[in-house]
């Protein structure tokens, strides 16, 4: 399984990013998908999910601002952050979401930077 995050840069508080995970590897459209963030000094955390027939969820911290989508022709998970925060800084992953516990399938590949601040 090969998961390759993208997007991530410099962005100002308020402003918007979108991020995008590109899968290999699995049946993708099978699967239930998650986009996670580690922030400095905390614990990796699911920010956003979506289910295999595109039920979506996010965290409390990012609703309203944060938009996940997937698209099975490409085999890629999508990212939509608008409203930036400074808290929102992190390497954002994404992996198979096996529970909404913040569980996941698969090792984590590689994380795309998104840093907040002005």
């Known amino acids: 399984v090969q998961l390759q995050a993208s997007g991530g840069g410099l962005v100002q508080p308020g402003g918007s990013l979108t991020l995008s995970c590109a899968t290999s590897g699995i049946i993708f459209n099978i699967y239930d998908m998650g986009w996670y963030r580690q922030a400095p000094g905390k614990q990796r955390e699911l920010v956003a999910g979506?289910?295999?027939?595109?039920?979506?969820k996010a965290a409390d911290s990012v609703k309203g601002r944060f938009t996940i989508s997937r698209d099975n022709d490409k085999n890629t998970v999508y990212l939509q952050m608008a409203s930036l925060k400074p808290e929102d800084t992190g390497v954002y992953y994404c992996n198979g979401m096996r529970d909404w516990d913040g569980t996941t399938r698969w090792r984590w590949g590689q994380g795309t930077l998104v840093t907040v601040s002005s």
């Open positions: 979506i289910t295999s027939s595109g039920n979506t």
